[in-house]
């Protein structure tokens, strides 16, 4: 059509030759194409509004448009006046000021900027029209950006051919830009670039083969000196990378394989590829450089984030993982809880990229650990708790694997090696007896016949992981007691919170309980070492410097007690690990428990897991901590000391003998143990001789101003040693202390509204007032003489204060009187004045 | 200024009736928002409790802004509400009851110069002195030059016809007003043209002594009238001449001391009734016909009474006045909005007066709360524990014993009908605990500091002593639950060595508590955290005296004195003392030791200062004896701890001997502690 030509020539002049290389380029590659663009020029120009469904049959459809053709064309001829603006403003590159006053109208700053922002884009548009001979018809401005989409599902169906012309553009493109820039203001160039990145965006979301090319570009805008234009940048690449990224790795074809013969759609693909590839690593790398810099930092890191959560399974992984694992301990709480939510998806979604970077991840962890020698943020380790193993995996992998673990690692255990297996070949059967055995054998013969090979690449690198994490956990308990026994000898009471000292130490200790089950049993022995020690406080074979104790808080020293127990329970078949010294340092540690210091949740749980849970006890034993748990709830706060009286309730339910402890025998009967007196502050709950003593606590507890624990006090005092009283469960430790946190505490009353009492409804005579001396002396008559003298300054003040205002009031008058004086005078002159005139006029 | 005044007056009759609608209309339009709020937490509010209002409960469970004196808030509106209303009927009837005075009022005297009084002030001095200079000047101007005296003449003249009236109109109005009272009408007409003369005073006192002469009865009321508000009302309603009568201080004594020693007696002559009738015979009263005539002059003693009550600020006249008041107090049954008005003026005195006027207010509202009607009870109790939480915000130590007799004075109350008391209780301690439980819950900063406070904390402090005061009289168990859990959670919430004081406190209200109800609170964690709260090391200087009792929080320069830590230690070897003198007879008393045992030996152990080291030993010394005590008597029983009974028993032939070791210990402790803190107090003095 005549029209595009005359906007053609429009065109700045700085157009025509990229045009003129268009039109070349097209013809040669795309004749027919052209030519047939040619023929209808005016319809194919609104093809943008078909579905990409009747894109096979074009010739035919255009007959279907002919009627939207004709209404278009309408409406196009009702603009030609905005039109005709549009066409002055696109001269403004030339001669840009003038043309900007003459469009703006009135709003001579704030118009040009989006026009001008248009007016770049639609260069564009009018470029990649020409270059694809669409001949799209200028239109104004909203309808164009209205068409924005459209024309992006128009370029896809130019093909590739446009990409190529693209990128020749852009070249003068470029420099149009940087010619201008001195016309444009900043922030019109600010949204040019946007308008160019949305675009490429869009073309490239819509047809990534085909704009491959494209990808550059991006790049190009993302090096931007200006790091909003650089963010954008940035964040728009990540979004086209997230959505074009294949879901396999690429892998680039080797020199032969580029020798020999390929089809074209091969080519393509290989073109495509690697293109894609090395825009990617491109941006990797821009990515990663600006990292540093304070500016990208966040948005960077969000964008790593988001990749590797995307990803995983992409080239290049590794870098990534590098990235988000080092700014897991960011001092920035955005990025660290955006690193870790990625490294705990990854860890949780492990299809994605198939456990591989799973691996990876956990051994960077552990290298990062290892180097910053355990002084990282606790979330570094607490990641791990969302790693989740196959138990089956596991349990299969156990044989063959064991060993190959145990020459890595240690060679010197190789002559427990066999009667270990043997265990571990019972414990299999033993596991197998309780699987299914149906489900089993399904899924044995799916394993078999579709993923065997999987199957061994997957238990090879849960291995890995598993000894990675396990690596990292012992480390930073090693480190803990390294630090704990050199630190006590240099300064005793510098660390304030010891929390702070051992930051990795909760986590692993956390990690250590879930993951209990898949220690290898070897280590099991030393593990149980070092939690003995720590649970002691620090180095207990150094003698006894009570000092240690202080350097790791109750908490954690609790936390160790219930990791051991955690880890015997898991293998208890296999291991016959003395516990006892758990029991002392619980013993111990009840004392050292103080509400608000320490958490509570904690106690509880370890009361649960090694009073309540255990199996029964020793007598001495179980009644040293019945009665400990007794006073200990004497002291302290009502949700501990309900969580202390059910654990007790529950050891007297399950050791009859204990009951013995209710009843006041003489001499404590027949039970007591070898020590026949009570010793309250013995260490050692077997040498406390608690046997001997009386629950006397009891008798007070049942006073306790809190009604559930009263209660619960009155009930034990009921219990019996004379029968066997059926085992009914009772709530947990946990959960007896959780009903009565404060923070929990509802403040409604307990009991209901009074029983109507019998109670007296006044108050007795016992004023509590009675004993303020005030009362005596003050009831008593009061000076009369006094009061009236009194009365009498009383009234001298009154009457003052009423001559003062009279005073006043006269003193005004005065005052007013001799104003007035003036103006009487004024008035007399104005009057003598007037009569004057008066008669001046008579006599006139 | 009177042309002001009377202006003023007719403005005020014209207009503020209206805004004074206006206003009722807004508050009621509050009301209704209010209500509306209501709607919404009703579901939330289920203790519905019938003494409460509506509107008191959404307050009270609007969790979101909530204040300590919030509670009972929606009263104040009611009250202002009340007042108006009180001030108008009072200002309708006040006319009428007034019209006797006006008369004399209107009779122009002219205090001039040669008042009967004595010295002028100074500055009234003064004043005479510019206005004598002045007027020199004037009459020098007016002999120089006659024109401007007539001038001046003329100008005066429409300045008094303007004046003049103004007082017409005024003078109908009373002219009518007379019309009305016409039964009193004799009486005051004879002497109203004088001056009230120390003379005639007593001539009417005799008479009244002597002869119970109705009429001079009158005349002194009226006279009383007079002398109350003299003063008072030289800007206010009457104009300037109001006060006139009353001449020389003798008179306004004699008139004041001997209507307020008087008039009871006289009253109770002339209705025939005892000196201790209750309400109800007063009641009764109201058709006899001696009434009628009687009650006019009750009324006007009364309300003159009050408002002199308002005006007076002298602590002996108050006192004295109240206490006259007191005994005529039966007679405000007939006059239920004057009995709000006691109330206020009461409450007022109350919170703010000195010792003797506060309690003599205090004894009048006792009188009032027990005597009258059950609303008036609740209206005693909310005012004056809105009163009291108005006043407790500071606590200096001046402040401090004022702060106690409020407490206690308001608990004295509270027990004299301990069912309607409860309730209210139980609102303001539902009240405090949402408070706490939104601090504990969001940690905010304006959700904590409203709860360390002086406020909070004595709002906590009232309520412990109501709870531990009545407990054995009515069953406040659920107050006292939840009163616990309150200072505990306040004890958690703030754990830092700079809340000791507040700690202090926590501690001590829940032994109070423990030894009044005899119930067992656990403290000794809550102990052993104040022994081990970490200070930084270099104790060295010891730090400015500063008094426990008038803190919540120390300030941080003082945790590094030397003296922080002797507190730390005293406090806790008291606190700990007084927990255990409760139990040191109780049977499982070696267990309850045996945990804050283990720490203190270990501090023992670890502390460097051996002044403390030595209060500490001494400690654990006694409560070691009294173990060993205990044990020794505990062996001896044959009884198990499932035997209640026996339990209970135990030796309490010794504790109500006291005599052994730890007792006298914790004697000798408490008045350490005593004179420790008098010490204090007079360093800081």
Redesign the interface.
């Given at each position: 059509m005549g029209k595009k030509q005359k906007q053609k020539i429009i065109l700045p002049p700085e157009l025509p030759p990229e045009i003129l290389e268009d039109e070349i380029e097209v013809s040669d590659e795309d004749l027919q194409f052209v030519s047939e663009n040619r023929d209808y020029a005016g319809f194919v120009s609104r093809l943008d509004t078909h579905s990409i469904t009747k894109h096979v049959t074009r010739v035919a459809d255009v007959k279907e448009d002919d009627l939207e053709a004709l209404y278009e064309k309408r409406l196009r001829k009702t603009s030609v006046l905005k039109e005709n603006e549009d066409k002055g403003l696109q001269l403004d590159p030339v001669d840009a000021l003038p043309v900007k006053t003459l469009d703006g109208k009135l709003y001579y700053r704030t118009r040009p900027k989006p026009e001008n922002g248009g007016d770049e884009n639609e260069v564009g548009e009018g470029e990649k029209d020409g270059g694809g001979n669409e001949g799209i018809i200028k239109l104004t401005k909203a309808e164009r950006r209205a068409k924005l989409k459209k024309s992006k599902k128009e370029a896809k169906k130019e093909g590739k051919k446009l990409s190529k012309p693209e990128e020749a553009e852009q070249a003068p493109q470029v420099a149009v830009l940087a010619e201008v820039k001195e016309d444009l203001t900043a922030e019109e160039l600010f949204e040019s670039k946007k308008c160019k990145l949305a675009e490429l965006g869009m073309a490239l979301l819509a047809d990534p083969e085909s704009n491959i090319k494209s990808l550059k570009e991006m790049l190009q805008i993302a090096r931007d000196d200006n790091p909003s234009i650089s963010k954008l940048g940035f964040l728009s690449l990540l979004a086209v990378f997230k959505d074009i990224i294949p879901g396999y790795r690429i892998r680039l074809p080797t020199e032969k394989e580029l020798e020999m013969k390929v089809s074209k759609e091969v080519k393509k693909m290989r073109f495509y590829e690697s293109t894609l590839l090395s825009a990617y690593k491109a941006y990797l790398q821009k990515l990663i450089a600006s990292e540093k810099q304070p500016v990208f930092h966040q948005v960077v890191v969000r964008c790593i984030c988001n990749l590797l959560d995307a990803v995983p399974h992409f080239n290049c992984c590794e870098i990534l993982l590098e990235v988000v694992v080092r700014n897991l301990g960011s001092q920035d709480v955005v990025v660290r809880k955006l690193c870790c939510a990625t490294i705990k998806s990854l860890f949780t979604n492990e299809g994605k990229h198939g456990g591989v970077a799973t691996v990876e991840a956990v051994r960077l962890i552990a290298n990062h650990v290892k180097v910053k020698n355990c002084q990282l943020h606790p979330d570094f380790v607490e990641v791990f708790m969302s790693l989740s193993f196959d138990e089956d995996l596991q349990r299969r992998e156990v044989p063959d694997d064991k060993s190959k673990v145990k020459n890595k690692k240690n060679n010197k255990r190789k002559s427990i090696e066999e009667p270990s297996q043997l265990q571990q070949n019972e414990r299999k059967k033993n596991k197998k007896e309780l699987m299914l055995k149906t489900r089993e054998e399904v899924a044995a013969e799916y394993k078999a016949a579709s993923l065997a090979p999987d199957v061994m690449e997957k238990r090879r690198m849960q291995t890995e992981t598993i000894s990675a994490v396990f690596e990292t956990y012992f480390r930073i308990l090693k480190h803990t007691m390294m630090f704990t026994a050199v630190s006590s000898e240099a300064n005793a009471s510098s660390i304030g919170g010891a929390s702070g000292a051992h930051p990795l130490l909760a986590p692993c200790l956390k990690g250590l309980g879930k993951f209990s089950h898949l220690i290898d049993l070897d280590y099991i022995g030393d593990l149980m070492n070092y939690l003995k020690r720590l649970a002691g406080g620090g180095s207990s074979n150094d003698g006894p410097s009570q000092k240690n104790s202080n350097h790791l808080t109750v908490t954690e020293r609790l936390r160790c007690c219930i990791v051991a127990f955690r880890v015997m329970r898991n293998n208890l078949d296999a291991l016959n690990v003395d516990l006892q010294d758990f029991f002392v340092q619980l013993y111990n540690l009840i004392l050292e428990y103080r509400p608000g210091r320490d958490q509570g949740e904690v106690l509880a749980e370890a009361l649960k897991i090694m009073l309540c849970d255990d199996r029964q006890h020793d007598m001495q034993k179980a009644a040293a901590f019945v009665k400990r748990l007794a006073t200990f709830s004497l002291s302290i706060g009502s949700a501990e000391s309900m969580a202390a009286l059910v654990t007790l309730k529950n050891l007297l339910q399950k050791n009859i003998k204990c009951r013995n402890l209710l009843e006041n025998d003489a001499g404590g009967g027949s039970v007591s143990g070898s020590i026949s007196i009570y010793q309250p502050y013995a260490m050692d709950p077997n040498l406390s001789g608690a046997l001997a003593s009386v629950l006397w606590e009891i008798n007070l507890l049942s006073k306790h101003y809190h009604p559930s624990i009263s209660t619960a006090a009155s009930s034990i005092a009921g219990m019996n040693s004379a029968h066997n009283q059926v085992y009914h469960a009772i709530l947990s430790p946990q959960q007896a202390f959780m009903d009565l946190l404060l923070e929990r505490e509802s403040f409604n009353s307990k009991s209901d509204t009074q029983k109507s009492s019998s109670r007296r409804k006044r108050g007795n005579g016992t004023s509590i007032l009675a004993n303020t001396e005030l009362s005596s002396n003050m009831s008593g008559s009061i000076d009369e003489n006094e009061v009236s003298k009194k009365l009498g300054d009383h009234f001298m003040l009154l009457r003052n204060i009423k001559e003062n205002e009279r005073l006043r009031d006269e003193l005004d008058r005065a005052t007013l009187s001799l104003h007035l004086y003036d103006e009487y005078k004024q008035q007399k002159k104005t009057g003598s004045t007037k009569t004057k005139k008066c008669k001046k006029l008579l006599i006139a | 200024?009177g042309k002001l005044g009377k202006k003023a007056r007719k403005f005020a009759k014209k207009n503020l009736q209206s805004v004074l609608k206006r206003k009722r209309k807004i508050k009621s339009t509050f009301k209704k928002k209010a209500s509306k709020k209501d709607q919404r937490d009703a579901a939330e509010n289920e203790?519905e409790n019938a003494e409460l209002s509506a509107r008191r409960n959404s307050e009270n469970g609007d969790i979101e802004d909530m204040s300590l004196e919030a509670i009972f808030s929606e009263d104040e509106s009611d009250e202002d509400e009340g007042d108006v209303d009180v001030d108008d009927s009072g200002s309708d009837g006040y006319l009428s009851e007034d019209s006797n005075c006006l008369p004399i009022a209107e009779s122009e005297i002219h205090?001039g110069e040669n008042?009967a009084?004595?010295k002028?002030?100074a500055?009234?001095q003064e004043?005479?002195l510019?206005?004598e200079n002045?007027?020199k000047?004037?009459s020098r101007?007016k002999a120089k030059?006659p024109?401007?005296s007539k001038?001046?003449e003329s100008?005066d003249k429409g300045l008094k016809s303007f004046r003049n009236e103004n007082a017409a109109t005024l003078d109908e109005d009373e002219r009518s007003d007379d019309g009305m009272q016409s039964m009193d009408e004799d009486g005051p007409h004879l002497y109203l043209n004088k001056l009230l003369t120390s003379s005639a005073i007593n001539s009417w006192c005799h008479l009244v002594k002597e002869q119970h002469n109705a009429s001079a009865f009158i005349s002194l009321l009226n006279a009383y009238r007079a002398a109350c508000h003299?003063?008072?009302e030289?800007?206010g309603i009457l104009g300037?001449g109001s006060?006139a009568p009353?001449l020389d201080?003798?008179t306004?004594?004699k008139i004041?001391?001997f209507v307020l020693?008087e008039a009871d007696d006289v009253f109770r002559e002339m209705l025939g009734i005892s000196s201790n009738c209750k309400r109800d015979t007063i009641l009764g009263l109201k058709n006899n016909s001696k009434w009628k005539t009687v009650r006019p002059l009750i009324k006007s003693y009364l309300r003159s009474t009050l408002f002199m009550l308002n005006q007076?600020t002298?602590s002996?006249?108050l006192?004295?006045s109240l206490?006259r008041l007191r005994t005529s107090i039966v007679f405000f049954a007939a006059f239920p909005l004057l009995i709000r008005r006691l109330i206020k003026i009461g409450v007022h005195l109350w919170a703010t007066g000195e010792?003797?006027v506060s309690?003599?207010s205090f004894?009048i509202l006792q009188d009032v709360a027990s005597g009258f009607s059950s609303d008036c009870f609740d209206l005693c109790l909310i005012k004056m524990y809105k009163a009291f939480i108005g006043h407790c915000k500071f606590a200096e130590p001046a402040l401090f014993k004022h702060l106690q007799?409020l407490r206690?004075?308001f608990?004295?109350l509270?027990?004299?009908?301990?069912?309607r008391s409860s309730n209210k209780a139980?609102v303001s301690i539902?009240n405090l605990?949402?408070i706490?439980?939104l601090g504990?819950?969001t940690k905010k900063k304006e959700a904590v500091k409203k709860i360390c406070s002086w406020q909070y904390a004595n709002c906590i402090d009232l309520w412990v002593?109501y709870i531990s005061?009545?407990i054995?009289?009515?069953?406040l168990?659920?107050?006292?639950?939840?009163i616990?859990?309150?200072i505990?959670?306040m004890a958690?919430l703030f754990?830092g060595p700079r809340y000791l004081p507040l700690r202090r406190k926590c501690i001590e209200w829940l032994n109070h508590l423990?030894s009044s109800s005899?119930?067992?609170?656990?403290v000794?964690?809550l102990v052993?955290?104040v022994l081990?709260y970490?200070v930084s090391?270099e104790v060295g200087k010891p730090g400015k005296d500063f008094n426990f009792s008038s803190a919540v929080k120390l300030p941080k320069h003082w945790l590094k004195s030397r003296n922080f830590r002797e507190d730390c230690v005293f406090s806790a070897i008291e606190l700990l003392s007084a927990h255990f003198a409760q139990?040191s007879y109780?049977?499982?008393f070696?267990?309850?030791a045996?945990?804050?045992l283990?720490?203190l030996r270990k501090f023992q152990e670890k502390s460097d200062v051996e002044s403390l080291r030595r209060v500490v030993k001494r400690f654990i010394d006694v409560v070691e004896q009294n173990i060993e005590f205990v044990k020794k008597k505990?062996d001896e029983?044959?009884?198990?701890?499932?035997d209640?009974q026996s339990?209970e028993a135990f030796l309490q032939l010794e504790k109500c001997s006291g005599n052994t070791p730890f007792t006298q210990y914790y004697r000798s402790v408490m008045e350490k502690a005593a004179s420790r803190s008098l010490i204090m107090n007079e360093n800081k003095r």
């Open positions: - | 200024m203790e205090l008042g009084a004595g002028p002030s500055q009234n004043i005479l510019e206005l002045k007027k000047k004037l101007l030059d024109g401007f001038f001046l100008h003299y003063g008072a030289s800007t300037s006060g009353i201080c003798e306004f004594c004041l001391m020693r007076a002298d002996e006249i006192a004295f206490n010792e003797t309690f003599h004894l007799f206690n004075s608990v004295e509270c027990s004299q009908d301990l069912l139980k539902n605990s949402r706490l439980q504990l819950q002593t005061h009545c054995h009289d009515y069953d168990q659920p107050l006292l639950y939840i616990i859990q309150i505990n959670g958690t754990p423990s005899g119930i067992f609170i656990p000794t964690s052993l955290d081990e970490k090391k139990w109780h049977i499982s070696p267990e309850l045996t945990i804050p283990i720490h505990r029983v044959a009884f198990s701890p499932n209640q339990v």
